[in-house]
């Protein structure tokens, strides 16, 4: 039965690579054009490997955008994808089901939260996770309403959580923006400080800034700001949709900062390339009542079993630790590229969210060479590339992979 689905497969990966459909020239006419696309259409991926329609292996070091966290089609995701399809898909929340609640109590089990929503990507996250916190404003803080976030910080393309996203250039197209958003610097408790007032329900921010260029902030930033909020009875969000899921060497950044959030925001790592959110809380912060929020896709049998699944293996395979490893491993090894190379003038992040910092704005030209020689890397500033491959990246990988940057590199200069 596997077997023959597999031919299958393949049948139709060949029958997409045979046709001669310019499949980017079709998008052009019929898809809305608000990305920037590379010029190169995948069609199957497996393990750390995709192939585009000309059948071009490519080592994934992006990983659907840090989403694929045990590479392609692990079978854990397939046979979890498959098993639950074939008994039962979409129920609406008017019913219970059991694998939602299974995934919600491995969540508390294994996080410092008491209660989990589960929504459909980062950005519902962080919308359900600011209504909470103007729900708990209203109720507990007389009515106090805005959150404040940071520069550079990334949050989601919804209205609320634009306003919440601190970059200018995102938020421009759309003025006005929802009221009771300050954005405020990175990194600095005191422009925190200055910008709470008694409107102040929350404080949302990423351990680590994922899409702002992977910025860590420094070492007691996020105690200083947890002490504040204590101070101030105001809540702290932390929006790991990027960070969590073993991302960072921990299975939750916040882990390694000695701190614990109010509210945490998860997506993309949790469930391992379907589509999937969570915001989870404390207890003493969950005001919600029956009504008060809901979702008809959220949380249905299909993406929690699977997350389910992938969450369990994360766990069992100690994946974060292994996360830790690899990524001190790839930290050296881009360390003396950096040495050889006086382009490269930074190397930063945790884990296996990592990024090298150029002297110049030349990522985008450095990505497209990797491209062409079979490596998916991401340009994520002018002059930084971001490494976020499958958390099951092994030394041999990041040995590859460095090899491909070193070339490209050796060939620019
Ligand atoms: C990607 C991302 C989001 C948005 O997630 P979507 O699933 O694209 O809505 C929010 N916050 C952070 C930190 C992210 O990296």
């Known amino acids: 039965m596997r077997l023959s689905m597999k031919l299958k497969e393949k049948e139709k990966v060949q029958q997409l690579s ?7 020239e079709l998008e052009k006419k019929v898809y809305m054009q608000t990305f920037k696309r590379l010029p190169v259409t ?26 694929n966290c045990l590479g392609h089609c692990h079978p854990v995701v397939v046979e979890a ?13 008017l019913f219970y089901t059991v694998p939602q609640t299974q995934l919600a109590e491995l969540l508390v089990k294994t996080s410092c939260l008491d ?35 940071t520069h550079e910080s ?23 923006l929802p009221n009771g958003f300050v954005n405020v610097d990175y990194s600095n408790i005191s422009a925190i400080k200055a910008a709470t007032d008694e409107l102040t329900c929350a404080i949302m921010l990423e351990p680590i800034q994922g899409e702002g260029g992977v910025n860590v902030p420094d070492d007691d930033y996020l105690k200083k700001v947890r002490d504040w909020c204590n101070e101030k009875g105001i809540l702290l969000i932390l929006d790991e949709v990027q960070t969590g899921i073993g991302r960072t060497g921990t299975l939750f950044a916040y882990e390694q900062y000695g701190i614990e959030p109010d509210i945490m925001t998860l997506a993309k790592g949790l469930g391992g390339g379907v589509p999937i959110g969570a915001f989870l809380s404390k207890e003493n912060v969950t005001v919600f009542k029956p009504g008060e929020h809901g979702t008809t896709f959220g949380g249905n049998p299909l993406v929690c079993s699977v997350a389910v699944a992938v969450l369990n293996y994360v766990i069992e395979n100690n994946i974060s630790n292994h996360v830790k490893v690899v990524g ?31 002297n110049a ?15 998916l890397v991401n340009n994520v500033k002018p002059n930084s590339l971001r490494f976020i491959p499958p958390l099951i990246a092994t030394d041999n990988d990041v040995d590859k992979a460095v090899e491909i940057l070193d070339k490209v590199l050796k060939e620019r200069k």
Not at 363 to 372: A, F, H, Q, R
Request: overall charge positive; glycine content about 10%.
């Open 18 to 24: 045979a046709s001669n459909v310019n499949w980017p």
């Open 42 to 67: 995948l069609v199957r991926g497996s393990g750390m490997k995709v192939w585009d329609s000309n059948g071009k292996e490519y080592l994934d070091f992006f990983a659907g955008l840090a989403v």
């Open 81 to 93: 994808l498959t098993e639950q399809a074939n008994t039962l898909i979409q129920t609406s929340n």
């Open 115 to 149: 209660r989990v929503f589960i929504c459909n990507s980062g950005a519902e996250a962080n919308e359900g996770a600011i209504k909470l916190a103007r729900r708990y404003g209203k109720l507990k803080l007389n009515g106090a309403y805005k959150v404040i976030t």
């Open 154 to 176: 990334f949050h989601g393309r919804t209205l609320a959580t634009t306003a919440a996203t601190g970059q200018a250039k995102f938020q421009e197209p759309y003025i006005p």
């Open 328 to 358: 001190q491993y790839f930290v050296d090894k881009l360390k003396k590229l950096a040495a050889k190379y006086d382009c490269i003038n930074e190397v930063r992040g945790k884990g296996l969210l990592l990024a090298i910092g150029f």
């Open 361 to 375: 704005d030349i990522s985008e030209d450095v990505m497209l060479k990797c491209l062409e020689a079979g490596l």
